[in-house]
């Protein structure tokens, strides 16, 4: 049959594949064909996420893309892709007044050196096939002023800013770079992060009146894996449920 959102034949690497969305994203991709190759810290999280995967040929490499020689090792072990989904993330909801340095350095490593090392050593090594795609996970934290979440949204807009970077340097390879942007999204960095009373109340302010869902977010990351979104690049695609329109 006939889909143009069908990734047969593309091998893919998603992080922070072992819950939320890179989970999501990994199982998904794998059920519209694709190898997968996924990676993140907790082995046992990681094989729970390759159970639920279809087919055949995918990957796990435990790997803490923090470390340069773990990055080294992951792209060294894994061979050629058509596509990453740079997703790992984490959070630390603190007012301004009370961030401290320890607190910036262990978000910006996860959410932005690993992921733009990470990319940079795929891209040096010609690791990501000509008709790539690069999909990075940011948030509309990057564009809403909430108070507590400034660390956070920072980090995320910096890969938004970092994506558009690659959509032009990258372009001339005719390997495309984009960002999904989603709004809360029901996982386990929610839950850490945020009282269900703070997020009942949150919820009346998405049009839709609740919460993304993991797959929600995946079916967009796929769509910008796929052939179907081949002519475009550097583009900032919002998933939030209504939540921007207040």
Sequence with gaps: MYNPYSLEGK?????????????????????????????????????????????????????????????????????????????????????????????????????????????????????????????FTSSISSRLNVPGNAIYASSKAAITSYMRSCAIELGDKQIRSNAVLPGMVETQLIQNNYTKEDMEKDKSLYALGRYGKPEDIAHAIIYLLSDASKWVTGTSLVIDGGRLLH
Excluded at 107 to 124: D, R, S, W
């Design 11 to 135: 091998r893919i690497l998603v992080t922070g594949a072992s819950s939320g969305i890179g989970r999501a994203t990994a199982i998904e991709c794998s059920r519209l064909g694709a190898s997968v190759c996924i990676t993140g810290r907790n082995e046992e999280r990681l094989q729970e996420t390759l159970e639920n995967m279809e087919g055949n040929g995918h990957q796990i490499v435990i790997a803490d893309l923090t470390k340069a020689e773990d990055i080294d090792m992951l792209v060294a072990s894994t061979g050629q892709f058509d596509g990453l989904v740079n997703n790992a993330g984490i959070g630390c909801p603190k007012p301004v007044s009370f961030i401290k340095l320890s607190d910036l350095e262990s978000v910006y490593k996860t959410n932005v050196f690993a992921c733009m090392m990470l990319t940079k050593a795929l891209i040096k090594k010609k690791r990501i096939n000509k008709g790539g795609s690069l999909v």
